[in-house]
Nanobody, 121 residues
Framework: QVQLVESGGGLVQAGGSLRLSCAAS????????MGWIRQAPGKEREFVAA????????YYSDSVNGRFSITRDNSEKMVYLQMNSLKSEDTALYYC??????????????WGQGTQVTVSS
């Protein structure tokens, strides 16, 4: 079982950048696909990005493709989400998640507590 803790959220102006981090603990991190999912107030959870266990494959939602980049460091048990050209509609609580399956989905086995990203226009 893996435990996940996100950090790096905050308040940023539209057009700016943020880098989210997710620190994992527990066993088996390098075997899991990792993902970022977000939830804006009053909206359902939305898939943002995912990365395969070895970092060789990535998925992005259409809304962030070309602006966000997901990476991982298995030696440090870390996952990152680099967010550029931020828009007000990116405002949400961002969750880090882990699963044995690599897919564009909001159904993940393990979740962090979330980190808030607020983009001011």
């Amino acid at each position: 079982q893996v435990q996940l803790v996100e950090s790096g959220g905050g308040l940023v102006q539209a057009g700016g950048s943020l880098r989210l981090s997710c620190a994992a603990s527990g066993g088996g991190f390098s075997r899991y696909a990792m993902g970022w999912i977000r939830q804006a107030p009053g909206k359902e959870r939305e898939f943002v990005a995912a990365i395969s266990w070895n970092g060789g494959y990535t998925y992005y939602s259409d809304s962030v493709n070309g602006r966000f980049s997901i990476t991982r460091d298995n030696s440090e048990k870390m996952v990152y989400l680099q967010m550029n050209s931020l828009k007000s509609e990116d405002t949400a609580l961002y969750y880090c998640a882990a699963d044995n399956d690599f897919a564009r989905t909001i159904a993940w086995d393990y979740w962090g507590q979330g980190t808030q990203v607020t983009v001011s226009s």
